[in-house]
Nanobody, 126 residues
Framework: QVQLVESGGGLVQAGGSLRLSCVLSGRAFTRYAMGWFRQNPGKERECVAAINWAGSITFYADSVKDRFTISRDNAKNTVYLQMNSLKREDTADYYC???????????????????WGQGTQVTVSS
């Protein structure tokens, strides 16, 4: 059974940085494309970044381009989300997810992801 465990969330001032980590256990990590999503109460979950199995193709939401970087270390079964120049509107619960049927490029559609972590909270203060 696949399990995803996120870490690295917390409280940070606007303009600061955080790095989220997500470890996958239970299956071969390289089988999965990985994504980071975020959600606020009453709002839809949105994909902020995704990465293919090899780490060679990435996707970013327009709202985070040039500020966030997704990467993966297949030897450590871990995907990362480096978040720089954080803004108050980045405040949300962040979730990592695994897509077990990845295509050539990583997907941003929530319904295509099969496994989800429990989430980690990021709060950006002004």
């Amino acid at each position: 059974q696949v399990q995803l465990v996120e870490s690295g969330g917390g409280l940070v001032q606007a303009g600061g940085s955080l790095r989220l980590s997500c470890v996958l256990s239970g299956r071969a990590f390289t089988r999965y494309a990985m994504g980071w999503f975020r959600q606020n109460p009453g709002k839809e979950r949105e994909c902020v970044a995704a990465i293919n199995w090899a780490g060679s193709i990435t996707f970013y939401a327009d709202s985070v381009k040039d500020r966030f970087t997704i990467s993966r270390d297949n030897a450590k079964n871990t995907v990362y989300l480096q978040m720089n120049s954080l803004k108050r509107e980045d405040t949300a619960d962040y979730y990592c997810a695994a897509d077990r049927n990845p295509g050539f490029s990583p997907q941003s559609t929530e319904s295509l992801y099969d496994y989800w972590g429990q989430g980690t909270q990021v709060t950006v203060s002004s």
